[in-house]
């Protein structure tokens, strides 16, 4: 019950801030909110703050621990093709199954297919997962991995905005977002963990912690590609086309035929 508290206590600090922002709106002019929409936010603030304390003691207990031992296990057999799929394929299919990231699909499923922007981003996070082992392996520093990826995700931003294929770009930004999230972070965080414990140097800490930054950085570029390829063009093109045939049909209105007057002359 102890830890439980702390949990909750945690994600109390957490989440009070933006419970107390929605209640000063509340009393000014600018948000008009009922009364029973206020009891429904609180009634929600308050399950919000045990669901999280729950879940984040579930994940020290299980979820951390068998990504820690997942990762040194794995670091153990000095194997490093073992090492890189299995990486691999576990930072796809967390991705694939986080929350936030099925939120997202299903919210621009109006502007790209949800099933390739999840598979996509998932195979982005598997990909540097990849990256941030080799970096652990090889005794690569951080901040020039970081500093490589980073300038060309903002050169390849800038070449999307500029031949006017930045419609998808806030999309790109978002789905690195969304991969920080309750499912991704521990499992990916704790692997990493027992990775740079057993391959590590002096710089484990580092090595434990660079996981992330090249995490969130992976799902831009599938989204890059997919905003850069011509297919993007067809597949708008044939979503959109017939939605706007069908509206022209449906809102045609023949022309009104004047009624015939009798009896009718002829020139």
Known sequence: MKELWEKIKEALVSALPVTLIVYILALTPLVNLSAVELITFSVGAVLLIFGIGLFNLGADIAMTPMGVHMGSGLSKQKKLGLLLTVCFVMGMLITVAEPDLQVLAKQVSAVMNGTVLIYAVGLGVGAFLVVSVLKIVFKVSLSHILMLFYMLLFALALMLVVSGNGTLLPLAFDSGGVTTGPITVPFIMALGVGIAGVLGD???????????????????????????????????????????????????????????????RWA
């Not at 969130?216 to 297919?231: I, R, T, Y």
């Not at 993007?232 to 959109?240: A, G, K, L």
């Open 202 to 264: 002096r710089r484990s800490k580092e090595n434990s912690s660079a996981w992330w930054p090249c995490a969130a950085s992976a799902p831009f570029w599938p989204c890059w590609c997919w905003a850069s390829s011509p297919l993007r063009t067809c597949s708008t093109r044939c979503r959109i086309i017939p939605s706007a045939m069908i509206f022209s049909v449906r809102s045609y209105k023949p022309p009104a035929i004047p009624p015939r007057k009798w009896p009718l």
